[in-house]
């Protein structure tokens, strides 16, 4: 069965550093996507970025890239040059595409703070 | 519309009423999806719709969750004898499908948050 773990309940960093949010996966497919969502405190969920399974290349959007280890089965996200407005919970998601399931499986989140 | 609408954004009910929660998807978006969000938790898979194929209702709760999608659009999700435990914000998502820019991102709508007293 698909597994999404995200280890950090919560992370602090000072404003202007990277930080890296850490998400494991597991899966027997070969075919799968992997998300990363942002929620503010307003509620709503806004996508970050996305990595497919057979993309070679780490995805990379703006401040916000995806380190893809697929070996480990890992895919971190990595925000540089953190801002205030990046205080927020971060989801890391999985898609299956192979298996005929087009469910979309959620980590628990890590809370972000980014101090001034 | 331009994006996936909820409504209501809030409702507060009585232990034991039924209440339906409403997911108007982007034009277009094939694909719904239902999830589940408890206070500081994270989401929980309800319910998916594909097109005109049966729904995954793998993800509901008890019988007393159901959801249905008129016209391949418009969804609603029912919860009957409301418990307190049922007390979440309840999202809604849609994507397009098919081998296009953005087809494999859920867009959410801004929630409905139910309270059962």
């Known amino acids: 069965a698909q597994k999404i773990t995200q280890t950090q309940p919560g992370m602090f960093v000072q404003e202007k550093e990277a930080v890296t949010l850490d998400c494991t996966y597991d899966?027997?497919?070969?075919?799968?996507?992997l998300f990363w969502y942002k929620q503010p405190s307003s509620g709503e969920m806004i996508f970050l970025i996305y990595?497919?399974?057979?993309?070679?290349q780490n995805a990379t959007e703006g401040r916000y890239s995806l380190n893809f280890q697929k070996a480990r089965k890992s895919a971190n996200l990595v925000i540089s040059a953190s801002q205030l407005g990046d205080s927020a919970m971060y989801f890391c998601?999985?898609?299956?595409?192979?298996?005929?399931?087009?469910?979309?499986?959620f980590g628990t989140g890590t809370r972000l703070k980014v101090l001034a | 519309g331009a994006g996936v609408s909820q409504s209501p954004s809030n409702k507060v009910t009585e232990k034991g009423k039924d209440v339906e929660l409403r997911c108007d998807p982007i034009?277009?978006?094939?694909?719904l999806y239902w999830y589940r969000q408890s206070l500081g938790q994270g989401l929980e898979f309800l319910i998916y719709?594909?097109?005109?194929?049966?729904?995954?209702k793998s993800g509901l709760p008890s019988d007393r969750f159901s959801a249905e999608r008129t016209g391949g659009s418009v969804s609603t999700l029912t919860i009957q004898r409301t418990q307190q435990e049922d007390s979440a914000v309840y999202l809604c998502?849609?994507?397009?499908?098919?081998?296009?820019?953005?087809?494999?991102?859920?867009?959410f709508g801004a929630g409905s948050r139910l309270t059962v007293l």
């Open positions: 899966t027997s497919d070969q075919s799968y996507g």
């Open positions: 034009s277009g978006h094939t694909a």
């Open positions: 998502a849609s994507r397009i499908k098919g081998r296009v820019a953005g087809a494999n991102v859920l867009t």
């Open positions: 719709f594909q097109g005109n194929s049966a729904p995954d």
């Open positions: 998601a999985m898609r299956e595409a192979t298996s005929g399931t087009y469910k979309y499986i």
């Open positions: 990595q497919g399974s057979y993309d070679e």
